[in-house]
């Protein structure tokens, strides 16, 4: 039998076994840096299918190693284990228990899958060479990502990775489909926290006071042309503010407007640029009307790059993997992931895997409380997977 084959056949014969898994730790829902419960059933899971582990990483971060017959090349498959702050809305028998917390981005599913993909690898390990990082890492969802936590501590060394390959759910998908995209695909993501100060009274008496109300709607319509007119039109950028707060009334001018939004781009020159731009119009506007501002913008995830020769090559083996017809090309999405930061390290291919099943209901997006996923896709992400990290550890 083919490599191809035994993969397949093996997939779907432990998806059941990958099911479980991603039930029970949809069910145990821990957040950002929590994942006490999540990280210790990767180790008993690993264990259990012969595998060494690290777990001296990021807290709750767990490194596996497949090592392969022979000396060779070193990839990096990846998954991310935390939930999201969310009451969960589906009445499945699998739903959260920990109440106000829900896997609603699909991390039950990467994480269940890599460990299938773990099975799988360790099975096979006689037909390939070189070594197999499984990285299962805390922390996708709260900045400063757990990605770059363990980048920091070493997990792309010793033995230095030479490409990494992460999955993430796609409920916009049919389940079997798989969505691929070639160089810049997701942003850059920056938080913007501003306060604008005016002096407050009666709103009778305008003149006698300094509006931040009316600072406000200058600002924000002003910062538009840091997208509009000061940032390189071919290069994709989106300025949004989506939260103000102004603690006045209809006859009380406030002293202080908040303000709360997001920066977004593909590029990282532009990105730096964007930020001195910011800053600049604040300042000028709010001073030059009287008022004064505090700025404050946390630097969020990096652009992610899936570099294009790898992506390239592992577009060709998802077609072998699952037929031409089931490959999906994605255009660039102005959302943000973590898995960014491996990109900026090494060569990276992040794609897409369909969860969409109309007719089981399974309709709904990731972070909202009715998010599920069609459980027929863990008899596919396993295999795929495993098929990507022989691949191009076969590569000549």
């Known amino acids: 039998m083919d490599l191809k084959t035994s993969l397949q056949q093996r997939s779907q014969e432990i998806r059941d076994e990958v099911i479980d898994l991603r039930r029970t730790i949809h069910a145990n829902p821990e957040l950002a840096f929590e994942e006490y419960e999540t990280s210790a059933l990767v180790k008993r899971y ?93 922390s996708e969802e709260k900045l400063p990502g757990g990605a770059s936590v363990m980048i920091k501590e070493g997990v792309l060394q010793n033995p230095k990775v030479g490409a990494i390959f992460g999955q993430h759910v796609q409920p916009f998908l049919d389940t079997g489909r798989i969505g691929v995209c070639r160089g810049m695909y997701m942003a850059s993501s920056d938080e913007i926290h501003l306060i604008i100060k005016g002096k407050g009274g009666h709103a009778a008496q305008p003149q006698s006071f300094v509006d931040p109300i009316t600072i406000m709607a200058q600002v924000i319509s002003t910062l538009q042309t840091v997208v509009s007119r000061m940032a ?10 989506g939260r103000v707060t102004a603690a006045g009334a209809t006859n009380i001018i406030p002293n202080e407007v908040h303000l709360e939004g997001t920066y977004r781009t593909m590029d990282e020159a532009q990105r730096d640029k964007a930020h001195k731009m910011i800053e600049d119009i604040v300042l000028g506007t709010t001073r030059s009307m009287g008022g004064d501002a505090d700025l404050r913008i946390v630097k969020g995830y990096p652009v992610l790059f899936n570099d294009e020769e790898l992506a390239t090559r592992s577009r060709g083996w ?15 999405w102005m959302a943000a992931e973590d898995f960014a930061w491996y990109t900026q390290e090494v060569p990276g291919h992040f794609y897409r895997l369909g969860t969409r099943n109309e007719s089981r209901g399974i309709i709904h997006g990731v972070h909202t409380p009715k998010f599920d996923i069609d459980e027929d896709v863990l008899g596919l992400s396993t295999g795929l997977m495993a098929w990507l990290a022989i691949q191009e550890l076969s590569r000549s």
């Open 46 to 138: 690993l264990e259990k299918v012969g595998i060494e582990y690290d777990d001296q990483v990021a807290k709750t971060g767990v490194v596996g190693y497949v090592k392969g017959k022979g000396e060779g090349k070193v990839i990096a498959l990846r998954a991310d284990m935390d939930a999201l702050p969310i009451i969960e809305g589906n009445e499945t028998f699998y739903r959260s228990r920990n109440p106000g917390k829900m896997h609603a981005c699909g991390h039950d599913v990467h994480t269940s899958s890599l460990l299938g993909t773990a099975k799988l690898l360790q099975e096979h390990k006689d037909q390939f060479d070189g070594t197999i990082k499984l990285i299962f890492q805390p």
């Open 232 to 241: 390189d039109p071919r290069v994709p950028s989106v300025l949004s503010f």
């Open 318 to 332: 998802i077609s072998e993997y699952v037929g031409e017809e089931n490959v999906e090309d994605m255009d660039i």
